[in-house]
């Protein structure tokens, strides 16, 4: 059986979910806007660490996006947009971060327990001060707590994966995660008298200072804005790194994937029940799910929804 941790963590989420995607392997035609958001991002940056044209990444998706039907379409270009200003607002906040990537998108495998193949992705290699460290990108709604991120712990199994397989030099130090937000800056209003709204946005200083220009303003008046916004922590990137996980943690969440792993591979093609909660209308088989609990005929929705689902799935974005 193979087993990545996407279906660890459907197979823990809804048992449902995960015969839809794994058992009957489907998928939705088209992602929701937020999925959309974190698999573009993610494509761009995996061609930035590569040398290749990032907005070659863009185009395609604006073309492939082109097809829907108009008000479809719209929504999903205005989607495009935003993770353009998104990934330019990325590029900008980290220029000249020291940052040497020297891989991207690898995949490693290791037998966890008998029978079952356990498959990672690791987003990024990055080498910083003549330290490997392993990277993940992350796209959120909100940049996560700390507390928050103690659910978040993939990076901690893939660390373990990782020197498991490799020695000496190409043994890791530590994990990133790479947070970049799905909520663009806001750009601030002109006013009647002619000046921008200065309170009660959330921005950052390159939008600002953009947004100035665009309306041919002098940046001396707003230095107080811009000085501030400069110096203040971005609510749009972060980036924090664990150096070398501690060895207790490691040995629990690498005990619970494997707890995990038995169980989808003893009950995984048996078990469908559903775990309903209000949660429910975010998941990408809500609307099958929705309508067969209600005995209603499903082929339709099927047919018109829903497609054969790529090999073996695919790794999702934390929205």
Known sequence: MRCTQ?????????????????ILKIQRRWP?????????????????????DPYAV??????????????????????LEEGERIFKGYMNHWEDDGVEFVDSEVELKIELVEGVEFVVH?????????????????????????????????LVLYFWVWNKLHTGKRRVSGIVWDYLR?????????????TLSRRDIITDHATYLATIREHNLDPDQYRDVLDELAKQKSPFYDRVPLPAPDKNLIESVVNDTIDTAIEIRGLGEILKDRNLTYMC???????????????????????????????????????
């Open 182 to 194: 799905t909520k663009t800056p806001t750009i601030p209003q002109l006013l009647k008298n002619g």
């Open 122 to 154: 690791i987003d990024k290699v990055a080498q910083e001060k003549g330290m490997l460290w392993l990277w993940d990108h992350k796209t959120h709604k909100n940049l996560p707590t700390a507390e928050q991120r103690l659910s978040d712990l993939q």
């Open 281 to 319: 209308p975010s998941c990408e088989f809500y609307e099958i799910c929705h309508a067969d609990l209600r005995g209603l005929d499903i082929n339709f929705i099927m047919k018109t929804r829903y497609e054969e689902a790529e090999p073996y799935g695919s790794e999702e974005s934390d929205d």
């Open 6 to 22: 996407s279906r660890l963590k459907l197979w823990r989420k809804c048992h449902r979910a995960h015969w839809y995607k794994w």
């Open 32 to 52: 929701s806007r937020p999925l959309l958001t974190g698999q573009l991002l993610h494509k761009m940056i995996d061609y930035l660490a590569k040398g290749k």
């Open 58 to 79: 863009l185009a395609e998706y604006k073309k492939k996006y082109k097809k829907l039907f108009i008000e479809e379409a719209e929504i999903y270009q205005n989607t």
